[in-house]
């Protein structure tokens, strides 16, 4: 029973390029969170999504960030026209159903822009 | 807004001793989850243990358990006969348990604890 599957594990991107950083959830699970963990900091919660919604999108910023969580395949975090200050690790957790409060974590991506 | 705090960077312990770190939360909720997660160099977010708000009787998982003082907001970790694979980043997060539409299902984390344990 695989876990929560983030890809790539390191991402390295020039200025202005996009990344794409993947997270496919637990078996059965249909919620994705993602989470940025700065150097030195805790994590920050970004974007809830369910299958085909985004529940809660507080914590992204509003320029340059998107996540989607399609019917089929992985939930994705996109960031466009990288910059310096986006380089963190990236975290992705799951659960069955919002009323878990047991979520299971990836072991993140972490994204270097050079 | 929830907000979670550990003021403490960085504690050591000797191996088979005990520690404690400690976290204070700010919350006008009645009703919630806390959480202490451990983070290893590997980065993967692994959960140590939890408490229900609403339950007086602090958590406990083997070595690990929680003094929960809710009218304090305050929930320290304590590690007993800590061991050498305990070395990790320890975080504490809140949870709210109003939740009826998955809004408020978020984590707020507090910036951590680095914890390292001496042979």
């Known amino acids: 029973n695989a876990g929560v599957m983030q890809n790539p594990r390191h991402l390295v991107r020039r200025r202005g390029q996009e990344a794409r950083l993947r997270c496919s959830p637990m078996k059965g699970h249909s919620h994705v969170y993602w989470y940025r963990q700065l150097p030195e900091e805790g994590l920050k919660f970004m974007v809830y999504l369910q299958k085909e919604n985004i529940i809660d999108e507080s914590g992204m910023p509003k320029e340059r960030f998107s996540a989607e969580f399609p019917k089929e395949g992985p939930s994705i975090l996109r960031i466009q026209q990288v910059v310096r200050g986006d380089s963190a690790a990236y975290f992705c957790a799951s659960s069955r159903d919002y009323s878990s409060y047991g979520y299971t974590f990836g072991s993140g991506t972490r994204l270097t822009v050079v | 807004a929830q907000t979670v705090t550990q003021s403490q960077p960085e504690m050591s312990v000797q191996e088979a001793e005990t520690v404690t770190l400690s976290c204070t939360y700010d919350?006008?909720?009645?009703?919630?989850?806390l959480f202490w997660y451990k983070q290893p160099p590997s980065r993967q977010m692994i959960l140590v243990i939890r408490?229900?708000?609403?339950?007086?009787q602090n958590a406990t998982e083997n070595r690990f358990s929680v003094n929960f003082q809710k009218a304090a907001k305050s929930f320290s970790l304590k590690i007993s006969d800590s061991q050498l694979g305990d070395a990790a980043m320890y975080f504490c997060?809140?949870?709210?348990?109003?939740?009826?539409?998955?809004?408020?299902?978020?984590?707020?984390f507090g910036k951590g604890i680095t914890l390292s344990v001496r042979p």
């Open positions: 408490q229900e708000a609403y339950k007086q």
């Open positions: 919350t006008s909720e009645s009703d919630y989850y």
């Open positions: 997060a809140y949870r709210s348990a109003n939740n009826y539409t998955g809004a408020n299902s978020k984590l707020t």
